[in-house]
């Protein structure tokens, strides 16, 4: 069965670190073009941050420029997003999501992992 699985959330400070896993089972993930998302409680949802399939460009909303990185590891069929300078508005359930195509249009059809939540607190 085709499945992505997110890990690596948690409780941190403002100001710390955390790494975030993509992990895909059922598929090669280097084929796909990879999205980060996250949803806040009562908010939409929102594109992170996004790398794409044919040459790895990526692609950052303005409100993580700079502080997340996402990068692939061929060969442990993962992508990662690294996190680094957190702030309390980056609290968030964090999905992965894997399509064909480009950085954009997402939607039910694609896949998408579960999540993994990222609470940044003092």
């Known amino acids: 069965q085709v499945q992505l699985v997110e890990s690596g959330g948690g409780l941190v400070q403002p100001g710390g670190s955390l790494r975030l896993s993509c992990a895909a089972s059922?598929?090669?993930?280097?084929?796909?073009?990879i999205g980060w998302f996250r949803q806040a409680p009562g908010k939409e949802r929102e594109g992170v941050s996004c790398i794409t399939s044919s040459d790895g460009s990526t692609f950052y909303a303005d409100s993580v420029k700079g502080r997340f990185f996402i990068s692939r590891d061929k060969g442990q069929n993962t992508v990662y997003l690294q996190m680094i300078s957190l702030k309390p508005e980056d609290t968030a359930v964090y999905y992965c999501?894997?399509?064909?195509?480009?950085?954009?249009?997402?939607?039910?059809?694609?896949?998408w992992g579960r999540g993994t939540l990222v609470t940044v607190s003092s």
């Open positions: 999501a894997a399509k064909y195509g480009y950085c954009s249009g997402w939607d039910s059809q694609d896949y």
């Open positions: 059922g598929f090669t993930l280097d084929y796909y073009t």
